[in-house]
């Protein structure tokens, strides 16, 4: 018995969904990756408070790993567990030893943007399939991001 054959949902569009989860799963893990970086090497003016928050940063991302690779388990799928898999899924690019606040933010608002539009275009091929959970689990990433993105440009300005 499969997951599917429970919750109701189309085998082949679960298939889709799988496979464009799987390609937000590596960049979330690359982004991940990122947030520590900066989280460990950030200098300077703003340093305490954005010490702290890249740490919340990195610690919601750990979550939403979690939860996108338990949904590639519902929906049928296998979550890839390799980082040398993630770098070639990935379309985040590994980042190296940011110091300077302003670099880190600006990369923080790329990723984001990224990340919002993927999660879009899942969202759309999910619908297709009637998955309202992948779409829920999403939409719901999608109200934090969009209010980050907001709050960074207000602390950059």
């Known amino acids: 018995m499969k997951t599917l054959d429970f919750i109701q949902l189309d085998e082949s569009g679960a298939k889709q969904v799988v496979n464009e989860l799987q390609f937000l799963l590596a960049d979330l893990q690359i982004y991940y990756t990122n947030l520590r970086s900066f989280h460990w090497n950030i200098k300077g003016k703003g340093f305490f408070e954005l010490h702290n928050k890249f740490e919340d940063m990195y610690s919601d991302v750990a979550d939403k790993i979690d939860e996108i690779a338990e949904r590639i388990l519902m929906l049928g799928g296998t979550p890839e567990n390799k980082f040398s898999e993630y770098l070639k899924k990935s379309r985040i690019s ?48 999608l109200v934090e991001q969009e209010k980050e993105v907001w709050m960074i440009l207000a602390y950059l300005s």
């Open 94 to 141: 590994e980042i190296g030893a940011v110091t300077n606040t302003e670099d880190a933010l600006h990369n923080i608002l790329e990723t984001l943007s990224h990340l919002i539009a993927v999660e879009r275009k899942i969202i759309e091929l999910a619908s297709n399939y009637n998955d309202e959970v992948t779409n829920s689990q999403l939409s719901d990433y």
